[in-house]
């Protein structure tokens, strides 16, 4: 068990301190003494004519970079050891054997999982990198989280041993999103979800080269990594829908609904890919007291539609009102649920800080305070 960490995954940071300098106060977001985050003032506005964006937006942006630069920091984790490797063509241009057993467990659940992996790692470094040159064109300070790069990684054939932002070897995967999407209830309406499965405090990546040996430990390592995935990219697809509702400029919303979009497309095929895990001929599998069932033959939870593998689109369900009808859509979508607060909270209690300094959780809550405090 994990012991009192400073990113111990059942804390959560303590907003007292931003309650205090008056950056939240009565449990919503708002800005204090005409002041952001970085100190700059929350009626400043940056860029020349029309170009100019408010301080809103900006923070905003900047929120958003830093939580492109966490998934890109944890995206190349994973595909340094499970994605392709540095100049591997496509399996369909060269059939070439994967250079690893968890390669192997990945294409166990697609065929194209190395490259689907390696994909969405190029798409997220693009995402930190686009936000980050457009506030700089616009003479606002970009985000580097560069001095917090000192976690540990995996020390297995493949990784490059440099220093991490995140940590993908204690996570407590929260997978009520399998479940949720399967589910005609919406959590913007006070609706809860179930675990699909009860992943705590287990690595995500092979960690030595003894990981790769057992055919059943590695495969469990792909599932929990799978479920991982899915859980990552459904709280980007939140995060943007969320942020999207707050920015003032047509240029701004015009950002966060492309790359919202594409973090949408991601989660929808980690959905499918989450699934394969939990089927024949993948499943049942097991190691250490975890167990992958097969959702087909022996659910988890009933009615068994809750986790039927292939419902991989969202289920129609409430929204807006409880008094229209159903509505596939993404959620949640509100600041409660999705916003840049619950981001940083959620992703503190999946393990993804363990080790992480105060100095590194209050840098990132500050970011997220100002971006929720926005408003159109």
Request: charged share 15%; aromatic share 10%; glycine share 8%.
């Amino acid at each position: 068990m994990m012991k009192n960490q400073t990113s111990n995954t059942k804390r959560t940071v303590d907003r007292r301190s931003f309650m205090k300098s008056g950056l939240l106060t009565g449990g919503a977001a708002t800005v204090g003494v005409g002041l952001l985050a970085n100190g700059t003032s929350a009626h400043a506005q940056f860029g020349v004519g029309d170009d100019r964006l408010d301080a809103g937006d900006i923070a905003i942006l900047r929120f958003l970079a830093a939580a492109e630069l966490l998934e890109s920091d944890l995206w190349t984790q994973y595909a340094e050891l499970g994605g392709l490797t540095p100049n591997q063509l496509p399996l369909e241009v060269v059939q070439a054997p994967p250079m690893n057993s968890y390669q192997n467990a990945f294409l166990a659940l697609d065929g194209d999982g190395p490259q689907y992996i390696s994909s969405n790692t190029l798409d997220e470094v693009s995402h930190a990198t686009f936000l980050n040159g457009y506030l700089d064109s616009k003479g606002a300070e970009p985000v580097n989280l560069d001095e917090f790069r000192t976690l540990q990684g995996s020390t297995a054939t493949g990784s490059t041993g440099i220093g991490r932002l995140t940590n993908l070897m204690h996570l407590n995967v929260d997978t009520s999103w399998f479940v949720r999407y399967r589910s005609a209830t919406n959590p913007d309406f006070g609706a809860t979800f179930p675990q699909a499965i009860n992943i705590n405090n287990r690595t995500a990546i092979p960690i030595t080269n003894a990981d790769f040996k057992d055919p059943n430990h590695i495969q469990v390592i792909a599932n929990i990594a799978a479920f991982h995935f899915g859980y990552i990219e459904q709280g980007g697809a939140s995060l943007y829908a969320a942020l999207s509702q707050k920015v003032k400029h047509p240029e701004v919303l015009e950002i966060t609904l492309g790359i919202g979009g594409d973090e949408i497309a991601h989660f929808l095929e980690w959905v499918d890919f989450a699934g394969n895990g939990v089927q024949a001929p993948v499943a049942p599998v097991t190691d250490h007291g975890l167990t992958f069932p097969d959702f087909f033959n022996k659910p988890p939870l009933l009615p068994p539609n809750l986790v039927q593998p292939n419902l991989i689109f969202p289920v129609p369900c409430e929204f807006i009102s409880p008094n229209l009808p159903h509505c596939a859509v993404i959620r949640p979508i509100t600041d409660k649920f999705g916003g840049a607060v619950a981001t940083i909270e959620s992703f503190t209690a999946d393990g993804l800080f363990f080790g992480q300094t105060e100095k590194f959780l209050k840098t990132l809550m500050e970011l997220a305070v100002a971006a929720d405090a926005a408003r159109r």
